[in-house]
Structure formats: structure tokens, C-alpha cells
């Protein structure tokens, strides 16, 4: 078995895009040996900014040989009366190389046996390995010189080799070879001899290529620094992922910034430090810090120039920080309310100003369901949206919410109003946390719920390629609030009552009912059966209660009884219709009627508080209803016995209903 190796340098690629090109190109490797036929171990992918690599271990050195049966003309036509080929019986044996020996009649039919050798894995690779690259999709690709290709950036070498022999590769109007370059600073032509050698070689001369040792790598580079001065470091998966490929050679440096700095929300220079500059914060007993880490691509030690640098530019974007919010803090949040008159929420839609309005009012209503403080609610929602027009947030739009909070904050509002005001937005990403405060939970959901109504009715529903103003992860941040705090919310009646008090008017209500439950659907899809999730969707509309629904769905995830199953949907197929009428148990005739009849009667199914205990009493009807088809023929002749027993089948059939419909589970 041999191992290849490919590397194509490239000038620094979009760090976004790098993670993009290892999956295509894992996936694209795969795809051509798979339908090449041709056998591997195992496929790695790696890449820094300025370059990436493939290597096949265990690539077997050929095609399998296959052995194909042609078929060529009918008997009569490929022999003459003689039994001898005639002209096209020779030709079609001439055409695919064979001879008279290797022809023989199956079904009426001249066939022939021929080998198709297989192709050597350096000859597939020669013919597909530039195509592969070419073919890897991106945003902002370039041409360079007078070339018509595009790429993300320009190609500037390729190393390919197959064990210690060279596999002439051509991308563009680059021609591989067996050496490499190093980082920018360090050996620019190392000799790539065998594939085995490249991870080590590259790490001589100062790469480290392989992207999940490189993170590795920096939290443990960034843990010494902070170590050393008693902090910890303060991070997210995004950017630590974002810094690793943005280097190749990584070093942990601390920085500084001037402690008055410290006086801003916190939010400010930690977003200033992570989203504009990279850098890892610091923190000490929870607390931030003046200091911070960046990760540079350096060799040597000499940092005093990188951390004048990262000063310099963490000063700048500080400094306008300071001014802002000093600025923003002369009046309080509540005098901000009023500039949202000037902020237009949607073009048909009213200001943001209208819809804090509407947010006061869906937010009293939420709250008085949910039994919380109808004032804090009240006036979370009004100043929600206040920090909008301030300068601080103007610079800096992410941290909208958060600055909110802090000026509620300096303004004396509620602890509870401060904090909500922040969580109003959460969750902010599919992995975010959920608002912990009732107030942070009433007016989010208040939020979410209008803009989410208000897109439908402005007729801009979400399609395969867009999703105006984020309403999927607003309908999912409503689903997850509601499920993760048990919160006992009609949300079918807000749902209309937010509709109605959108300035256009439209009956769009079944629409955002289908797309809700649509993201219910996939949202719960990674921890429940599809068939159990459908089932229980079908019979109530989940958004009257969500946690009954998530109740329900528990119960009939839980049932594995294929006798349960079989026996529902014999009661279901039977009844073509419903039939709502008394039952009239002198009508019997069987002693399983009457058994069948006594047992529904024992199973409560109004206000059911717990649906395991209830799914275990639909489970006990089993063998009574088994019984009861086993001695009795519903279609009687009687009319009127035949309706009898169907009223109770009805009655069966609710009970099931209660739950799920029966007739979707496998």
C-alpha cells in the first residue's frame, strides 16, 4: 500500500473560508477513489493560510482489473448459415480487440468476455487531482495574470508524490514538484522525499500544518501566558478557530491596555479585543483585565514591536469607546425611546418606535399568562430597543443589548429590567444561552413573535435562500425559550393577537402556525423519531402548549409495543368516519363489548397532567381490544349494533388522539 501527498501553495487565503476547502476537499477525494475503484485507509486533510495539503494513506497501487461481458448483434445476424461470423460479427470483435475464441451465444445473443485493466493510482490522479482543485466552491475568487481560471488566491507551488516518486500535477500554469516553502521567514525550499517526512519537514521549518495541532497548540500557548500572571483565558470556539487559521506558526503574546478602559461596559473592549483584533481576553476572579493575548505568526522572541502595535490599535478603537459612552450616559435610556421614531423597523411596518409600542402590549399579555411581574415586562419592553440610537451602539452594532443593560444599569432601572433588556436577544446563535430572568424570557418571546408575524405579513416569508430579519432563528429561540423553562404559553392566540396588531393586515396566521411547527419539527429531529415527531403534530396544534406537546412526544417516543401499534390502527383503518353517538350497552352481544366498553371507561382523557401513566393505560386496552375484534364482527347486519360499536370504537380512537395518531407510527 503507498501514501500520496499533494500540497498547493497559495498566497494567504480568507480564513473563512479554509475549513470550507478541507470539507470538499475530504469529500471530493473520497467521491474520486470510491467510483475510481480504487482502495484506501484513510484521508487527511490540512491547511494554514498559505496552503493545503492531502495525504492518502493505504491507497492501493491500481484498479481492481474488472472482466465486463459485451453484448454484440443477434445470432442470425452475427453468423451466416455456416455457423461462421459473418462481417458485423467480426466487426464487433475487431472493435473491442478480441478474437473468434473469445465469442460465445447467451440468449439468442453473440457476446464476448473481455479484461479491462485497471488504471494505475498515479495515472487517476494525474488525470483528476488539477480538476479536484479547480473545483472547489467559494466566495470572492480571483483570476491573476491572463489566466481564465479562478481561484481564491493565487497558486503559487505544488508538491506531489506518490511514496518517493513525483506525480506530475498541473494547476493552472503551475507544475508540481517535490519541494515546498516553509513559513514566509524561515527555509523557503524544503525537500519533500517521501510523504512521511511532511508534517516533521514543515515543522522545521516553521509550520504546522496540521490545523487541529495547531489549535491544540495556541490554548495551550495562551494557558502558560495567562498562567503566568494568574488569569484565565477568555474565548469562544469561533474565534479560537479563527486564529488558527489566520497563522502558521503560532506564539502567545501578552498585551496591554490602559486600565480606564476598564470603566467601559465590559462588553466594549472584549468585542473590540475578540471581533475586531483577535486577541484572547483575560480575566481574573471573573473580573476583565487591562491585559490580553494575541496570537501572532512570528519567529524569534523580540515582541516589544508586536505589543506597541496591538496597543496602538487597541487604543484607537478604545479611545472612540470612551467618548461614546460618556456621551450616551448624559441622558438617561428612557430618552432614547424617542429616537426610535426616526428608526424605520420595515418598509409598511412602522418605526422601531411602533414596534416597541407593540412590544409593550404583547409583553403584558405574555406575562400575565405566565404569572410573572407585569410592570418589569412592561418596562423592559420599552427600553429594549432604547440603546438602538446610541452612539456606542451605532460603533458597535453587535453589542446591542448588552449596552442596553449597562445604561439601565447607570440609570437605576430594576436589576431584573437591566438584565432583560440584554436577554430579550437571546438566543443569539443556535449554541447561545437562553434568558435566564422572566422578564428576559416574556419580552423576547415578545420580540421574536412580532417580527416573525410581521414578515409574514408583509408578505416576505422565509424561502430555501433567504430569511428576512432572522425569523427562523427567531421562531427557534421562541420554541427553545418555551421548551427549556416549561412555559405554559397559548402560543396559537398571541400568534393572532400579534397579527392584529401589526399596522398591515393580513391573514397570514395558518402560514407562520405551518412554519413554526416546521421549526419544531427540525429543531426536535436530532433527539426524537420523525414518525413519533409527526405523529404527535398531526392530532393537536402544538403551539396551544408546547410543553404538553413535549409531554406527549416523551410518552410516544418511549412506546415500543408492536401489538399497541397493530391494534390502533385496526380501530383506525375500520372507521371510515366517525361516529359520535352514545353507546348503548344493551346492545351487546359479546361478553367483549362489555369487557372492552368497562376498560375505556376507566381511562381519564380530559386534562391529562401525566401522558406516561396515560400511554400505559392505552397499552393495557391492548388485549381487550384484540379480544373484542377476535369475537365480533363490527359491520353487523344490524344497523343498529353496527353503530353501537362503532361509537365506541370512536371513543377508542379519541382516547388515542389524546396522544398522537396512531397511524403515523412504525
Known sequence: MSKYLLEVGVEELPYVIIPTFISQLETSFEKLLSTSNIKYENINVMATPRRLAVIIDGLAEKQSDEEKVLRGPIKNVAYDENGNLTKAGEGFLKKNGLESKDAFLQDNYLHAKVLIKGKSAEEVL????????????????????????KFSRPIRWIVSILDNKPVDV?????????????????????????????????????????????????????????????AEVYYTDDLLEEVTYLCEYPKAVVCYFDEKYLELPEEVPITVMAHHQRYFALKKDGRLTNQFITITNFIGDDFENIKAGNLRVVRARLDDGVFFFKEDLKKPLEAYVDGLKGMTFQ??????????????????????????????????????????????????TEL???????????????????????????????????????????????????????????????TGSSDPLGVRRAALGIIKTVIANDLKLNLENLIVDTIKALPVQSDCAQDV???????????????????????????????????????????????????????????????????????????????????????IGKIQSGNISDYQKYMSEITDLTPYIEKFFENVLVMDNDE????????????????????????KLQ
Request: net charge neutral; proline share 1%; hydrophobic share 40%.
Open 347 to 396: 418598509k409598511g411596518l412602522g418605526t422601531v418606535y411602533d414596534k416597541t409600542q407593540r412590544l409593550v402590549k404583547l409583553s403584558e399579555k405574555i406575562a400575565k399568562e405566565l404569572n410573572a411581574d407585569v410592570e418589569k415586562a412592561k418596562r423592559c419592553a420599552l427600553l429594549c430597543k432604547a440603546d438602538l440610537v446610541t452612539s456606542l451602539v451605532y460603533e458597535f
Open 126 to 149: 494525474k488525470e483528476n487531482v488539477s480538476n479536484l482543485i479547480l473545483k472547489l466552491q467559494g466566495s470572492h475568487f480571483m483570476r491573476w495574470a491572463d489566466h481564465s481560471e
Open 513 to 599: 402556525y405551518e412554519f413554526f411547527n416546521q421549526r419544531l419539527a427540525i429543531y426536535l429531529a436530532d433527539n426524537y423519531k420523525k414518525d413519533a415527531i409527526e405523529a404527535c403534530l398531526c392530532v393537536k396544534n402544538p403551539l396551544k402548549d408546547l410543553t404538553d406537546f413535549m409531554n406527549r412526544l416523551k410518552a410516544v417516543s418511549e412506546l415500543d409495543s408492536k401489538s399497541v401499534l397493530e391494534s390502533a390502527n385496526r380501530v383506525i383503518r375500520i372507521l371510515k368516519t366517525n361516529v359520535d353517538a352514545d353507546v348503548n350497552k344493551d346492545l351487546f352481544k359479546d361478553e367483549s363489548e362489555s369487557m372492552l366498553y368497562e376498560q
Open 170 to 230: 498541473q494547476i493552472i500554469d503551475v507544475k508540481s514538484s517535490n519541494v515546498t516553502r516553509g513559513h514566509r521567514f524561515s527555509e523557503q525550499n524544503v525537500v519533500i522525499n517521501h510523504p512521511d517526512e511532511y508534517v516533521e519537514k514543515l515543522k522545521n521549518a516553521h509550520v504546522y500544518v496540521n490545523q487541529n495541532e495547531r489549535k491544540d497548540l495556541i490554548v495551550k500557548l495562551a494557558n502558560e501566558e495567562a498562567e503566568k500572571i494568574g
Open 640 to 663: 343498529k349494533v353496527k353503530n353501537n360499536r362503532l361509537a365506541m370504537l370512536t371513543k377508542l380512537k379519541n382516547l388515542y388522539e389524546n396522544i398522537a395518531d396512531f397511524s
Open 400 to 462: 446591542q443589548g448588552y449596552i442596553g443593560a449597562d445604561y439601565a444599569k447607570h440609570a437605576n432601572e430594576d436589576e431584573e429590567v437591566c438584565i432583560g433588556i440584554k436577554e430579550h436577544y437571546f438566543p443569539i446563535n443556535a449554541d447561545s444561552e437562553l434568558a435566564k430572568t422572566k422578564t428576559g424570557q416574556v419580552v423576547g418571546i415578545a420580540d421574536k413573535l412580532d417580527t416573525v408575524c410581521a414578515v409574514f405579513a408583509a408578505g416576505k416569508k422565509p
